[in-house]
């Protein structure tokens, strides 16, 4: 899994929540910004990662599990055989 597909899924199951990344980190009890575009890079130009805790969160504000949001994250080229 890369980098852009860990964000571009938060995003989609933003999307499936009717929810904006802003509103679902505040809803999960995150920083408004946390989610968003601007804190996925660091100044320096290295991609930043969500941590486990705050997806975690993300999930329980949300009534969902890992395997909820694995359905957003793309499937291994060798897995679609």
């Given at each position: 899994m890369t980098h852009a597909d860990m964000w571009n899924a938060i995003d989609d199951f933003a999307r499936s929540r009717?929810?904006?990344c802003s509103c679902m980190?505040?809803?999960?009890?995150?920083?408004?910004?946390?989610?968003?575009?601007?804190?996925?890079w660091?100044?320096?130009g290295k991609p930043r990662w969500p941590s486990m805790q705050s997806l975690a969160k993300v999930l329980d504000s949300?009534?969902?599990y890992m395997?909820?949001?694995?359905?957003f994250c793309p499937m291994p080229k060798d897995a679609e055989k």
């Open positions: 009717n929810m904006t980190a505040r809803r999960s009890g995150l920083d408004s910004t946390t989610l968003n575009r601007s804190k996925r660091t100044r320096d949300n009534n969902a395997i909820d949001f694995a359905r």
